[in-house]
DNA sequence: GTCGGTTTGTTCCCGCGTTCACAAACTCCT
DNA sequence: AGGAGTTTGTGAACGCGGGAACAAACCGAC
């Protein structure tokens, strides 16, 4: 009884396995660019920095697309994972919070080469509105309505302070948006069916400095600066 | 025969656990500003978007520091966190390649505040040596080795283009930092013994992307410009 | 001092994700 | 045509993480 949508099956990825595509992708572009024309599980797990076994399975959910005893034809894949992704065409973007982040984010030019362009950079502040950044020109952040509108914008980046993160998601869920990638230190609260992703410097960072603080107590001598309490 | 270190125990903290104290953290911190003395840990996982239940049980992998039908006080609490992760006190932090997001790295005022202190700025870019960002003069990426040794940084970040990643990776360790944040899209090789956190904003963008292409297909209703092709 | 109400800390169970290992399938050489 | 070598796709085992549920512990009222 399960229905085929139109042509291919795939119907539900693994989580983690998600997650992975994009660097599956970025992995074989960057065969494809070296020349590159068939490659193996094997070799592509090494560019990808993932187990090859895991690569496998991994491939496996979206369908049989390699060949025994041979491998995976590098364009024929990389297809694949973008349909799949659903990055053949490019997805219209707005981005709310021009400071320094934003222009950072404007300008990554790697947006357009994967399967995003940037429609839009809002700010609350009028005083930016006069700013071209990009080629984009700021605008004011109550033309979103009309934007995500014209546009069919799906995808929202928050990069405004932590103040202001939660307001500006919910004025975008209004407006229809329904998968928001957040910059903002703060956790968003937004209602069912909408999507957010989070980026999140400081966590990182202290993610990092657990397992430092680790490391130099492993092996406690170190000529540190650490007065013993004994 | 388990060796207490000194004081406290806390052998084996899980991975999942350790990415989500950064969280608790900063949502103590939130309840503090707001002058909440104590809280519960229903109070707290709402604050900090988790499950009640398993923010209990992360807590408790660093010890009982709540009090049975009361709840948590808010700043031991706070502290205990911090200091589990290394936050008491502040990590020296280099940061190579001064481009736009180098420039929102370096100007982040969250890095002070939680537990982070940039000493340095550098890029390979003679030309850009001059420039004084955020307070920190940037300079030549030379002197990283010196830089490192002088102020026992353990902690770099990358934000080079990507072809420019691996090298300055390479030239970290070599150094002897043992903990990279890198937002170059590359997949970086490092030794055993280093730590790498990656920030990618196009795969998760791409992971966005997907859902968000699932949705669509999920109510093929909408009034867009998809054409039937049956 | 005892009892009811509240909240933590922990145990148990379930599902997801990772990894190993191997059969199926393909190519190439003889 | 057949066999050796190679590589994919997948079944099964295993470990980790999440969530519910409950006992232990604490506070306050009487």
Redesign the interface.
Known sequence: MTPR??SESARD?PEAT??R???Y???LTALADDGTRTCSSEHLAA???VNSAKLRKDLSYLGSYGTRGVGYDVDYLRYQIAR????TQD?P?VIVGI???G???A??S??RS???RVVALLDADPRRTDEVVAGVPVRAFDDLEQIVREQ?V??GVVATPAVAAQDVADRMVACGI????NFA?T?L?VPE?V?V?K???????????????R???AEPALP?DVRG??
């Open positions: 949508s139109s990825i998600v997650a595509l994009p660097v992708l970025r992995a560019v990808a920095g799949e992704i659903g990055v997805w973007v400071g320094n982040l222009h950072a984010l300008n990554y790697g947006f994967r399967g995003f069919a799906a995808i329904t998968s928001i990638l230190p956790v609260a069916g999507d992703r980026v999140d410097l400081s966590i990182e960072l202290q993610i990092l400095a657990y397992h430092e603080q490391k130099s107590q540190t309490t004994a």
